[in-house]
């Protein structure tokens, strides 16, 4: 499988018309790269990656997935041209089962959903011991595999993840990074939005820092890691992550 | 005596666990608590009436001891057709404009309007008296030592028991039901997995007019038709679904069979006047000391 090439370009999007929050951004992923997207609280992050999977408003600028426009369309449609987005919070069907939650995450993918949930059991062979159960009464880590399936389900092209290691443990979120690489190494083009900037640079290729709604770096991701700036960002020190 | 008046409660819980469920659905995909869902029931018995009158001319007789036959049976279908519809058009033209502006408020008031509206219009067609299916007298039997029915009331229990087991399959089987359970759980979620909510939120009004149809005629069945009947019941409709906990499909129907108990076996001991208080204690009860209903998760 070939990943889907992301191009931002002067993107301008919210919640409320009249306030952007983000303020002219311009972005690209490469097909099968990872891309993390780095800054401080309220940078706009997060709403960067719903405007790109259609969940907030674009007012201005496009989103270029293989070279079609897809700013403003609505979520459900950038899914069938294979974009799938795992949000932060709230991101698995609580009261149904495991997995009636990836059936619902392969809606689309009509006929062929066995074959699906065979692959994502594969990835995630703890899901299959567990199929049975409520989403909601799993752990934070088998929630999140079973947000990262539910995504994966569609067999996508691009993979948004927000903040996939939001409130996991130390030992998790080494495991989340290394299944977004395996994922990566399908085929699919990941873009990531992380706080935990240096496990997320370990396997990203490029990033971008962002700052009040605007791209303030844009580096591969080893300079990145050693970018006294960005190191002042998260440990509030100077010199680099590593 | 006691058995008896639980029979009475089983017949009249038939008719409020369809009713909650269609209100209990809607309220957890559409979040709102929606207060014309009783003219539902109402305009669903009306139109079964309409079209039963329509095919009186057919020569066809009673199924064995029932008072009605394929006539009726064909005007509940029509009826639940034609008020999902119905459910639609008021959505689209009440409920869907102030769904953008996100007030829940200005929802639940407009709905207290839009029932208005619909259980008037009712009287502006037929009028205000009552109205039967059918003018025969039904002769109750005993089914069980001390309980007595009639045929048609053993009939409507029974089929919404079946209903109540096809929504069941419906919702744990299929696509569409389980899309429908992905948007009461959590819609944005539904929504990036590819659902298109808008479509799934017509066929949510589909499902819960077409229950809301069914037990308006088996109202209309066992007791009369007449055009407050879905305005009365709508308060045995709310205490059913919150008492089941409300978003919950199963609660619902089990909300709607303690709700109908309760309040025929009220007679026992207090006047039937107050039979249509005793819903409204439970209800408050549920409040105060398990807001979340039997059924209901926790937030």
């Keep these: 499988m070939i990943g889907a090439t ?11 018309p009249g306030v952007p929050i983000v303020r002219g ?62 949000p932060q919070n709230e991101n698995v069907f609580r009261r149904m089962s495991v997995q009636e939650n990836l059936e619902i995450g392969g809606y689309l993918y009509r006929g062929r959903i066995k074959e699906r949930l065979e692959a994502i059991y594969d990835l995630f062979p703890d899901l299959a011991r567990l199929r049975h159960h409520p989403a909601g009464k799993l752990s934070g880590g088998q929630r999140q595999m079973v947000a990262v399936g539910r995504a994966l389900m569609i067999a996508p092209r691009l993979l948004i993840l927000d903040e996939p290691s939001a409130g ?21 083009t990941i873009l990531m939005v992380e706080q935990n900037a240096k496990a997320a640079l370990l396997i990203s290729d490029r990033g971008y820092v962002l700052a009040e709604g605007q791209e303030r770096i844009c580096d591969a991701a080893d300079a990145l890691l050693h970018n006294p700036e960005v190191g002042e960002l998260y440990l509030g020190a100077k010199g680099g992550l590593v | 005596m006691l058995a008896q008046l639980l029979a009475n409660g089983i017949i009249l819980g038939a008719t409020l666990a369809l009713g909650a469920i269609g209100l209990t659905l809607t309220y957890n995909v559409l979040n709102f608590a929606n207060f014309a869902h009783g003219s539902l029931l109402s305009w669903g018995a009306y139109l079964a009436f309409a079209f039963a009158l329509a ?11 029932l008072s009605f036959g394929w006539p009726l049976l064909f005007a509940l279908i029509l009826s639940a057709t034609l008020t999902s519809v119905l459910a639609i058009v008021v959505d689209f033209l009440v409920f869907r404009p102030l769904r953008r502006s996100n007030v829940q408020v200005a929802l639940v008031i407009a709905s207290f309007g839009a029932s208005l509206m619909l259980r008037n219009l009712i009287i502006v067609i037929w009028g205000p008296e009552p109205k039967y299916y059918t003018s025969d007298i039904q002769i109750q039997q005993a089914i069980l030592p001390g309980v007595r029915a009639t045929p048609d009331q053993m009939f409507v229990v029974v089929l919404a028991l079946v209903l109540v087991v096809v929504l069941h399959l419906f919702l744990t089987r299929t696509r569409l039901g389980k899309a429908m359970r992905a948007i009461a759980d959590n819609p944005v979620l539904a929504e990036v997995s590819g659902v298109n909510v808008r479509n799934v939120i017509y066929w949510t009004w589909v499902v819960g007019g077409s229950l809301a149809a069914a037990g308006g005629v088996f109202y209309g069945l066992t007791v009369q038709i007449l055009p407050e009947m879905g305005f009365n019941l709508l308060l045995p409709l709310f205490a059913a679904a919150i008492l089941g906990g409300i978003g919950s499909i199963y609660g619902a129907v089990l909300g709607g069979f303690v709700i109908g108990i309760a309040s025929d076996l009220s007679v026992a001991v207090i006047s039937p006047g107050y039979k249509p208080a005793v819903a409204f204690i439970i209800m408050i009860l549920v409040l105060l000391l398990r807001p979340s209903g039997i059924l209901g998760e926790k937030k």
């Design chain 1, 6 to 16: 992301l191009q931002v370009s002067n993107l301008v999007a919210g919640y409320t």
């Design chain 1, 25 to 86: 951004l311009s972005l690209t992923v490469a097909a099968g790269e990872i891309v993390t997207v780095l800054g401080p609280n309220g940078a706009g992050k997060s709403t960067l990656v719903k405007a790109i999977a259609g969940l907030v408003s674009v007012f201005e600028g496009s989103v270029f997935l293989d070279g079609a426009d897809f700013a403003g369309h609505k979520a459900h449609t950038l899914v069938s041209a294979g974009v799938a987005f795992v």
């Design chain 2, 55 to 65: 095919f009186a001319g057919s020569t066809a007789t009673g199924f064995g001891p």
């Design chain 1, 168 to 188: 996991l443990s130390p030992k998790l979120v080494g495991m989340v990074f290394q299944r977004v690489r395996a994922v990566r190494d399908t085929g699919v």
